[in-house]
């Protein structure tokens, strides 16, 4: 009986795919050639796809088009990018839809296409970010405080071997906590212990190498398969922790006093009913998370590659730490302030954007419309990966791509080259569905990593083997790319 139903469910799903598959528009573009069925899924290790992309880019062109059993994905490279993200924003603006994406972002706002609530929300949070004041101030002071906190862990170590991992993510975690819920938690917490797991169980659930076949045969659900054990695990602890949130500033919020990004919500929550903009309890959760999640994972990571390319660069490291000393001194912790006068870093933290680029392919886009695109007609709907990382090591915009050299952000004077010289570098993406933190990522960066070398000479775990390298071909993707586990020394500076 149960093999009849099991075998009753897979042949209607056979049928359903094919029908699929051969009514469905297909691209004009070139296409990597693949198996029937799987198309190109077993070509390439998702969890390290740039370099067949990269591959393939040379082979087919900068559009080109591959097939995940099933699924057409257009990739897109080099100026390209540029074209799709900004000169055609709007055209290119969607985001697919697979049964993943919708069990765990249904009614947010990254996995949105951009309707009217859409563009309303966006309009919340970038008001909702002008409450921390011009120029970021309050997020500047925010910030500082939890760097003193990490400050202080890193010194504990006694320039001891140590991963830096748990705590830049509890930093991390923290100061997005404070842009959320207005305060930080002490770094034991077990709340931080919760966030941390229900990262942990979305990079296990829903990164690309987990979980695919719920995609593709999204019934399996029903035998409640461990990639589907996974995602509801996830689902719980995002709830556990948001709810919490929720139910917390519900009682507290003040309208004359907004003091985070959850006040703001609840205030436009409760203006917008029945309007354009309106937020169910779903909305508010699921745009709490994507503030959450993508202000985390992103930074976190950057910060876990920015240590490990500084041990491989003692000599950049020394130049950093130079400017800084010239520019702020030994007594005081740098501010925003100081920017401008430490163009050596802000090229630093330009050049390890680029270098890792850690959302590869930005958040999967789609075609709102039938069009064409360098003379290949794209029907509605074709899933489109913008190759950010391809496009960051295209030696046509980035000479000497694999090299590490902050330099080439510098230009004759020593100040930071203008954004229109650097417009391929899009490391938070362009355009309509631009990272909606990309000036509070950068501040975060920015002062964490003057703080740090302020006061820190980070060095490789022994001086005998040497540092681990970060050569992109040893980069994990899950949600973002993660380097691999690594120690570090980090030694007090006289
Ligand atoms: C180093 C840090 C970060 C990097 C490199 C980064 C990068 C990106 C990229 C590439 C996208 C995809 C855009 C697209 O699909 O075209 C994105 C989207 C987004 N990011 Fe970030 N991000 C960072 C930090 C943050 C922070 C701190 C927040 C929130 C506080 C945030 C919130 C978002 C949101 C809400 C979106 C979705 C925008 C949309 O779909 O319209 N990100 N980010």
Avoid at 276 to 301: D, H, P, R, Y
Avoid at 302 to 314: A, D, K, T, W
Avoid at 332 to 338: K, N, S
Avoid at 349 to 378: N, Q
Wanted: aromatic share 12%.
């Amino acid at each position: 009986m149960f093999g009849t139903i099991v075998l009753l469910v897979v042949s209607t799903w056979l049928a359903q795919w094919l029908y699929k598959r051969l009514t469905k528009k297909s691209a004009s573009c070139p296409s990597v050639p693949g198996l029937p069925l799987l198309g190109n899924a077993l070509n390439f290790d998702i969890t390290r796809p740039m370099a067949i992309l990269e591959k393939w880019n040379k082979e087919h062109g900068d559009v080109y088009k591959i097939n995940l059993m099933g699924e057409e994905v257009v990739v897109v490279n080099g100026d390209v990018c540029y074209e799709v993200l900004v000169n055609r924003s709007d055209e290119f603006a969607g985001r697919p839809h697979t049964p993943r994406f919708d069990w765990i972002f249904h009614g947010d706002l990254v996995f949105r296409d951009p309707d009217e609530n859409f563009k309303a929300w966006r309009k919340f949070l970038h008001h909702g970010l002008r409450q921390y004041g011009s120029g970021m101030k309050r997020i500047e002071s925010v910030v500082q405080e939890e760097i003193k906190e990490c400050l202080a862990t890193v010194e504990d170590q006694q320039g001891e071997p140590f991963d830096p991992q748990n705590i830049i993510h509890g930093t991390v975690l923290n100061i997005i906590l404070i842009f959320i819920m207005g305060k930080r938690l002490p770094k034991d917490d077990p709340f931080i212990d919760t966030m941390k797991k229900a990262e942990r169980a979305l990079s296990e659930s829903c990164g690309p190498g987990a979980g695919v076949e719920l995609d593709m045969m999204p019934w399996l659900r029903y035998f409640n398969i461990p990639s589907y054990k996974k995602l509801i695990g996830f689902n719980n602890l995002r709830d556990e922790v948001i709810n919490h949130w929720i139910k917390m500033k519900r009682e507290e919020t003040d309208p004359d006093n907004v003091s985070c990004m959850m006040d703001w919500l609840l205030i436009c929550q409760e203006e917008h009913v029945g309007k354009v903009g309106a937020l169910s309890e779903v909305n508010l959760k699921m745009i709490t998370q994507n503030i959450w999640f993508g202000g985390s994972l992103t930074t976190f990571n950057s910060c876990y590659f920015g240590l490990l390319i500084l041990i491989n660069h003692p000599e950049i490291q020394s130049k950093i730490y130079e400017q800084i000393i010239k520019a702020v001194g030994k007594e005081r912790l740098p501010c925003l302030d100081d920017r401008a006068n430490l163009p050596y870093v802000d090229a630093f933290l330009l050049e390890l954007m680029r270098y890792v680029t850690i959302l590869p392919f930005a958040v999967p886009h789609k075609a709102m419309s039938d069009t064409t695109l360098r003379g290949y007609s794209i029907p509605a709907g074709t899933q489109i990966w913008v190759n950010l990382f391809g496009l960051h090591h295209d030696e046509r915009f980035f000479p000497d791509p694999w090299t590490f050299n902050p330099d080439r952000f510098i230009d004759k004077d020593g100040q930071v080259i203008s954004p229109f010289e650097r417009k391929m570098l899009m490391p938070f993406s362009a355009g309509r569905r631009v990272c909606f933190g990309e000036q509070l990522a950068r501040a975060r960066l920015f002062l964490l990593f003057t703080s740090w070398v302020q006061r820190f000479t980070f060095l490789p775990e022994d001086d005998t083997s040497g540092p681990p390298s970060y050569h992109p071909s040893n980069y994990i993707l899950g949600i973002a790319l993660r380097a691999e586990d690594y120690k570090l020394r980090a030694v007090p500076r006289k």
